[in-house]
């Protein structure tokens, strides 16, 4: 088998055109198993991983080969900020009972002044560690080289402690998230590859274009895709897709001729898309061949799988029976006098 990555005969293996973890069903046995593993870890994992499209699969239970879905709430647990006081650092965990964020205060200790000049070390719990208070109050005299308290004074000050209690309802936090558009282009441009090779037969192997796109694919240098013209970034304004917005959960792709080549639109889910020329010599392709082979239209459902792969004029046709049909409704409508 001749890898469509590498083009060194190798054994095969399965590979997934849009991700399994993505609910990518379609498959080709094309790629070498050493070409799979490397750009499955270093392409397809940052675009599975990108945070919104991460969100969605969670929204749909997408699992992939992890075996369970992400967790919707993944990003927002951990350790963040008070919004009012950023000094403070909180812990939020899942409420599996409530299905809500539990936000719980973590311990602080800083110096301060009382009014009268006396210096103090203040420290700040949960209201839930309470039952912490003797032994913090005791490391901390440690710590300070002062003598602990007996057990009389410790428990003054614990009362004391238990008195002066805030209370913060609602509080809001402040969560860093750290996104990365990393390897983005190449995971849409090999999407696009692929399927110029399903769709255009062996032959665009040899081809310039694709020569440039494996490359530039296969790079490891992040900014190696930057020179492949093409649109890459939000699906929202993708013009390409204006048809199809009402499918947010679908995957679609399909092939049209401009300017003598052919180029590849690709969208993942409604969050990401790119519109790659996977050649610049169309009549290489479609000179003496039937059009529908090569012009194509394809959408995934990503949670039952569902594959449709149909010429893209069959869409087209479709596009137009479903406007016909809600026109001639709108027209039927009885209008209020």
């Avoid at 995934?300 to 046709?317: A, C, H, K």
Wanted: charged residues 25%; hydrophobic residues 40%.
């Amino acid at each position: 088998m001749r890898c469509i990555f590498c083009l060194n005969d190798r054994p095969a293996s399965k590979e997934h055109v849009f991700a399994l973890a993505i609910g990518g069903s379609l498959t080709t046995d094309r790629v070498c198993e050493l070409c799979n593993s490397t750009l499955g870890s270093r392409v397809d994992a940052p675009l599975t991983d990108f945070f919104p499209i991460r969100m969605r699969r969670a929204d749909l239970g997408l699992a992939g080969n992890s075996g369970s879905p992400p967790d919707a709430f993944e990003m927002l647990i951990g350790v963040a900020k008070l919004a009012e006081q950023p000094g403070r650092r909180v812990q939020t965990t899942m409420n599996k009972e409530t299905g809500k964020l539990d936000i719980k205060a973590l311990h602080h200790a800083s110096d301060a002044e009382l009014p009268d000049g006396t210096k103090v070390r203040q420290i700040i719990i949960d209201e839930r560690d309470v039952d912490q208070i003797p032994k913090i109050i005791q490391r901390e005299r440690k710590r300070h080289g002062v003598p602990p308290l007996s057990d009389e004074q410790l428990a003054a000050e614990v009362l004391k402690a238990k008195q002066n209690v805030t209370t913060i309802d609602n509080p809001a936090v402040l969560i860093e998230m750290n996104v990365s558009f990393a390897y983005l282009r190449h995971a849409m441009m090999k999407i696009a590859y692929e399927l110029a090779f399903l769709w255009l037969g062996e032959s665009y192997l040899d081809d310039l274009s694709a020569a440039e796109l494996r490359t530039a694919i296969c790079a490891p240098n992040i900014t190696s895709t930057d020179e492949i013209p093409g649109y890459l970034g939000d699906a929202v304004n993708c013009e390409a897709f204006k048809l199809w917005s009402e499918d947010k959960t679908h995957h679609i792709a399909y092939a049209m001729v401009g300017n003598g080549g052919i180029a590849l639109a690709v969208r993942v889910f409604d969050i990401y898309a790119a519109v790659v020329w996977v050649t610049k010599d169309a009549s290489r392709y479609l000179l003496g061949r039937d059009a529908n082979a090569v012009l194509r239209f394809l959408t995934i459902e990503p949670v039952s799988g569902n594959i449709r792969d149909v010429p893209f004029n069959e869409e087209l046709y479709r596009l137009a029976r479903v406007m016909t049909e809600a026109a001639r409704t709108a027209c039927a409508s009885p209008t209020a006098s």
